[in-house]
């Protein structure tokens, strides 16, 4: 059996995972689902949150694992994982990235949500008045995350979103071949996104090189949606073998 660390994305927390995390149980693996910092109801203001704090309280969660894990990033998650597979490569087997920004040597997340014309998110965005965080605007947030999810699950999730610290979305990753390229990787898009389209995921992933590519017909949460499907793209990277050579 396997060890999955899954990450959340933007607003989000490790919550948002119930469902696979389950599946992945039932079938004997390990599941971490860690709430990253200012998502867990700590005290750490938003101002103080940083990508490095996320990428310390995920070294943290991996480093005390027995075995690599297989390490999942949603949406912003991606930015995460990539990250922190730079600092801790050699204990990380798989990444997986769920319709989620897989960013280049010097690339931040806001550059590509900004170039991406055809979501919802960008637009509906709304900046605390010292920039320091973020949320979302109440009238887009169902069409733009939640387009295919069961209006119960919807409203639960609405209740438990919180402000997104600044900082991560606007930090620049620093990835090398040697490491974040050595390590597998699995995309999976989904063809009905409305909080990174298409479009979007497609040009990242295939800017990138190097990932093996699945197809889900959802929306921007298949781990909602579309749990079952989304459990055996997850479960696909324990197949999955390293690159002849690794790339960024």
């Not at 997340?109 to 055809?118: G, M, T, V």
């Not at 921007?220 to 479960?235: D, G």
Request: a negative charge; proline letters at 5%; hydrophobic letters at 45%.
């Amino acid at each position: 059996m396997s060890t999955f660390v899954l990450v959340h994305g933007a607003w989000h927390g490790g919550w948002v995972w119930y469902k696979i995390a389950g599946l992945l149980r039932q079938q004997g693996h390990t599941v971490h689902t860690p709430d990253l910092p200012g998502h867990d109801g700590g005290t750490m203001p938003l101002a103080q949150i940083t990508l490095k704090a996320y990428v310390d309280r995920l070294a943290e969660v991996i480093n005390q694992c027995s075995e690599p894990v297989v390490l999942v990033g949603h949406s912003m998650g991606g930015v995460v994982i990539s990250q922190t597979a730079e600092q801790c490569s050699e204990r990380i087997s798989a990444l997986v990235y769920v319709c989620a920004f897989l960013l280049q040597d010097g690339e931040c997340l806001l550059q590509w949500a900004e170039a991406d014309k055809e979501a919802l998110v960008p637009g509906n965005l709304v900046f605390s008045e010292d920039k320091t965080s973020v949320t979302l605007r109440a009238e887009a947030i169902s069409e733009a995350l939640y387009g295919d999810c069961n209006p119960e699950v919807i409203d639960l999730a609405i209740k438990l979103l919180v402000p997104q610290a600044t900082a991560p979305l606007a930090t620049a990753v620093h990835l090398t071949a040697e490491k974040f390229g050595r390590v597998p990787r699995i995309y999976v898009e989904c063809l009905r996104d409305r909080a990174i389209s298409l479009a979007i995921q497609r040009e990242m992933y295939k800017a990138a090189g190097g990932s093996q590519v699945f197809t889900l017909d959802c929306d921007h949460s298949p781990m909602s949606s579309m749990p079952e499907e989304l459990t055996k793209c997850l479960l696909a990277a324990l197949q999955i073998r390293q690159p002849a050579a690794g790339t960024v």
